[in-house]
């Protein structure tokens, strides 16, 4: 996979890019609760949710969020076209969300002894984004 914007990976799947998130103006100037709470449609936001409750060691919470982020994302992917497959460019700053929602998925996962689900988001992310996967730490 060559993970660059506009490029297809191996199979000749092109990528998918996300449209902007409109909580992203909100998430630099607010709190990613509030910002949750008014745009929950927002990867951006449960993913932020996400890595404060790691860092916090609320493993549990982070797993939430970031599941709630993965999914949103998920359902976002699809109505751009993707098909289950594909490069998910981390170069198309739209797309970051959801990556680090799926990043802390796996990290949430790990902790919380999910190491199956843990498996499966590490590799999802590797397969989507290999510069996401470098960026992440996974």
Not at 30 to 55: F, T
Not at 60 to 72: E, I, L, N, Q
Not at 82 to 110: C, I, K, M
Request: hydrophobic share 40%; proline share 7%; aromatic share 6%.
């Amino acid at each position: 996979m060559t993970g660059g914007v506009g490029s297809a990976d191996l199979l000749g799947i092109p990528p998918t890019e996300l449209p902007e998130d409109p909580a992203t103006r909100a998430l630099a100037e607010g709190d990613p609760r509030a910002v949750a709470a008014a745009y929950p449609s927002s990867c951006l936001a449960w993913a932020m949710l996400a890595e404060d409750a790691l860092h916090e060691g609320d493993d549990v919470s982070a797993y939430a969020f970031a599941r709630t982020g993965y999914h949103r994302g998920l359902d976002q992917l699809r109505r751009a076209g993707w098909r289950g497959q594909g490069p998910v460019p981390w170069e198309h700053e739209p797309n970051q969300g959801f990556l680090r929602a799926l990043a802390s998925l796996a990290a949430a996962a790990g902790r919380i002894g999910e190491t199956e689900e843990q498996h499966r988001c590490t590799e999802f992310l590797r397969a989507s984004s290999a510069t996401a996967a470098r960026e992440l730490g996974c």
